[in-house]
């Protein structure tokens, strides 16, 4: 064999005896810290991710090579489902004027606040989501769920992003035309708590693209993963997803590769101290019962 291909016999067993290179040594190491972080982040992480968590833990690698290496152990993210109309508008309601005009930035925390609402399939059937996300840290600082897709659970989101972060006022909160956020209910609320209701253009994705960016990553990260057999599974998933992952350990690309809290620890002035209530996620409700459902829209 030697002769036919022109190898040294001595070159032969040479190689066959020498043990694996540095490189190749160092890669396998890589993989394994490379499938660990992936793990950890619930199997979501594509390269770039990867590649900042590595970053952060001192070490020195390309992008081009946690993509080689994911490529080779078949270590991949995830991608987004098809999509589901939640929010219908109120043809007679008058809807408040867009003061963002799809400007989605903000210097600091409680100057902009963009709103919306999914559906999460169980096989009990649907549940709704509505979300508060502040601007500046992509943070989820209200969130609600509800098998009925009506203004209350919009109010919910909104009274605890109010109670969360206590803004002093003129705070912007921005979402579509849905009916929800067009009910004198919820118009109300946002003049009692201080908040500027802003909405963006009819069927228009585009105009609070903020928001539609988190649905798209609950979406590919949990929703399109998980079936859920019923309403209670739906929620306690969620809620594990938004306060145990998302906000505190979800690494964002526009935050360079902080998560939300680690962000807001990092560059935010000291919070204002939370207003005074009860909200009922938060909290145990109180004897008697609690306030009346609003009427659907």
């Known amino acids: 064999m030697c002769r036919v291909l022109g190898v040294s016999t001595s070159g032969y067993y040479a190689w066959r005896c020498r043990g694996a290179s540095k490189r190749r040594r160092d890669d396998e190491a890589l993989s394994r810290r490379i499938v660990d972080i992936h793990r950890q982040s619930r199997r979501t992480y594509g390269a770039p991710r990867v590649h900042a968590e590595l970053a952060d833990e001192g070490k020195r690698v390309g992008r081009k090579r946690v993509a080689r290496l994911m490529r080779v152990s078949n270590t991949v993210g995830v991608s987004r489902r098809k999509s ?13 004027p867009d003061l963002v005009d799809r400007q989605f930035s903000a210097s600091g925390p409680n100057q902009l606040w963009v709103a919306d609402i999914t559906y999460l399939p169980t096989i009990a ?6 979300v508060v996300l502040d601007v500046w840290s992509r943070k989820i600082v209200g969130w ?3 098998a009925r897709l009506n203004t209350e659970i919009v109010l919910k989101a909104l ?5 969360r972060r206590g803004p002093a006022g003129g705070v912007i909160h921005h979402s579509d035309q849905g009916c929800q956020y067009t009910s004198t209910e919820f118009g109300r609320h946002c003049r009692e708590a201080g908040v500027r209701p802003s909405m963006g253009s009819v069927g228009d994705c585009y105009d609070n693209a903020m928001c539609e960016s988190f649905f798209a990553t609950l979406e ?3 929703l399109d993963r998980t079936r859920f057999v019923d309403r209670t599974e739906a929620e306690r998933a969620v809620f594990d997803f938004i306060e145990g992952f998302y906000n505190t350990k979800r690494r964002h690309s526009a935050l360079g590769y902080l998560a939300p809290v680690t962000f807001e620890q ?8 939370p207003l005074r209530g009860r909200h009922p996620l938060l909290d145990p409700p109180p004897q008697g019962g609690g306030r009346k459902a609003s009427r659907e829209c």
């Open 159 to 163: 009274d605890m992003a109010v109670q």
């Open 220 to 222: 590919c990260e949990l």
């Open 125 to 130: 059937g649907f549940h709704f989501l509505a």
């Open 84 to 96: 589901f109309r939640t929010t219908r508008r109120d043809p007679a309601a008058r809807p408040a």
């Open 266 to 273: 990092k560059t935010a002035p000291p919070p204002a101290p």
């Open 144 to 146: 609600s769920m509800s």
